[in-house]
């Protein structure tokens, strides 16, 4: 019994920065409950984009503060239709799902210009920043950015690839991003900082994404037969569905004093569970922002 007592208490303690995933739920038409607890932002149904899968909803929460022509292009094609029906192409267990319409299965689409990449920019000091990690291994520091996570060096700012980021596909030219997105899955894959567009972050429906249909590592991921793709039924910004459609979600601040506390006791591991405590490091994909659904009154 008492091992039993440390784990529960152990899953306590994590919950609090573990991502909110749960089972598909009808919202209610009414308006959400009133925010009592400032530290916990409801966020804009504009920078929803909900997917709505043979697998379940997936909700990703775009970014224009940080990669602005990305996302206007990709509002541009959700509100166009383009993501109806496109399938998740190339998928590879522990790394990628990637989403939109192979080259050769293009047909009669009408051709879009490729994107100008949108890898960092300029550090703004206005930003609401929280430092996480100095010096980081791939970088001069990582920390939060208005609930995402940033890596800073030189003057520099980019989104870091945790889990759940996505980012525009390419070619090997930098400035070759179209139309097809891909979401980070397994572990952090950091390697592409800097070197794709990140412009978002899963929030919502982890349990959809752990279902998409995988592709053969041998093959790249390429999943050949379009019968054999998890596909997408329909693509929506939430501010272009009806209220009972919406889901009401908030994350926590990581401007917010708890975020900072929690952010403590997972660096400090204080938790008598912990006999190893660690160096103090962090790894700024470690800790994930709470995000959870706000229910009407």
Same mark, same amino acid.
């Not at 009808?26 to 909900?50: F, G, H, R, T």
């Not at 949108?118 to 000091?125: D, G, I």
């Not at 003057?155 to 179209?178: F, K, S, Y």
């Given at each position: 019994?008492?091992?039993?007592?440390?784990?529960?208490?152990?899953?306590?303690?994590?919950?609090?920065?573990?991502?909110?995933?749960?089972?598909?739920?009808?919202?209610? =038409?009414?308006?959400?409950?009133? &925010?009592? /607890? +400032?530290?916990?932002? $409801? #966020?804009? *149904?504009?920078?929803? !984009?909900?997917? @709505?899968?043979?697998?379940?909803?997936?909700?990703?929460?775009?970014?224009?503060?940080?990669?602005?022509?990305?996302?206007?292009?990709?509002?541009?094609?959700?509100?166009?239709?383009?993501?109806?029906?496109?399938?998740?192409?190339?998928?590879?267990?522990?790394?990628?799902?990637?989403?939109?319409?192979?080259?050769?299965?293009?047909?009669?689409?009408?051709?879009?210009?490729?994107?100008? =990449?949108?890898?960092?920019?300029? &550090?703004? /000091? +206005?930003?609401?920043? $929280? #430092?996480? *990690?100095?010096?980081? !291994?791939?970088? @001069?520091?990582?920390?939060?950015?208005?609930?995402?996570?940033?890596?800073?060096?030189?003057?520099?700012?980019?989104?870091?690839?945790?889990?759940?980021?996505?980012?525009?596909?390419?070619?090997?030219?930098?400035?070759?991003?179209?139309?097809?997105?891909?979401?980070?899955?397994?572990?952090?894959?950091?390697?592409?900082?800097?070197?794709?567009?990140?412009?978002?972050?899963?929030?919502?429906?982890?349990?959809?994404?752990?279902?998409?249909?995988?592709?053969?590592?041998?093959?790249?991921?390429?999943?050949?037969?379009?019968?054999?793709?998890?596909?997408?039924?329909?693509?929506?910004?939430?501010?272009?569905?009806?209220?009972?459609?919406?889901?009401?979600?908030?994350?926590?601040?990581?401007?917010?004093?708890?975020?900072?506390?929690?952010?403590?006791?997972?660096?400090?591991?204080?938790?008598?569970?912990?006999?190893?405590?660690?160096?103090?490091?962090?790894?700024?994909?470690?800790?994930?922002?709470?995000?959870?659904?706000?229910?009407?009154?």
């Amino acid at each position: 019994m008492k091992a039993l007592s440390v784990c529960t208490l152990l899953l306590a303690l994590n919950s609090m920065l573990a991502m909110a995933q749960q089972s598909p739920s009808a919202s209610a =038409a009414a308006a959400p409950a009133a &925010v009592v /607890n +400032s530290s916990w932002q $409801l #966020l804009p *149904q504009e920078n929803l !984009l909900y997917l @709505e899968t043979d697998q379940g909803r997936i909700v990703i929460l775009l970014a224009p503060q940080f990669a602005p022509q990305h996302v206007k292009r990709v509002k541009e094609l959700v509100k166009a239709g383009f993501y109806d029906g496109v399938t998740f192409y190339r998928v590879i267990e522990g790394f990628v799902a990637q989403f939109g319409v192979p080259e050769h299965e293009w047909g009669n689409r009408a051709k879009l210009a490729p994107m100008k =990449a949108e890898f960092s920019w300029p &550090v703004r /000091n +206005s930003d609401p920043y $929280l #430092l996480v *990690q100095r010096p980081d !291994l791939l970088a @001069e520091e990582t920390g939060f950015n208005q609930g995402f996570a940033v890596a800073r060096e030189q003057n520099q700012e980019w989104l870091v690839h945790c889990p759940g980021v996505v980012n525009m596909a390419r070619a090997n030219e930098p400035d070759t991003g179209v139309a097809d997105i891909a979401i980070m899955m397994g572990q952090a894959t950091r390697h592409l900082d800097k070197n794709m567009s990140a412009f978002g972050k899963v929030i919502w429906g982890q349990y959809a994404i752990n279902r998409i249909r995988r592709g053969d590592t041998a093959d790249g991921g390429v999943i050949g037969s379009v019968a054999a793709r998890t596909t997408i039924k329909q693509a929506r910004l939430g501010s272009d569905l009806a209220p009972d459609r919406q889901l009401q979600l908030e994350w926590l601040s990581t401007s917010s004093s708890e975020f900072s506390q929690a952010l403590a006791e997972r660096r400090s591991r204080t938790h008598v569970f912990y006999q190893h405590k660690g160096n103090g490091n962090m790894d700024v994909c470690y800790p994930q922002v709470p995000v959870r659904e706000v229910k009407p009154l």
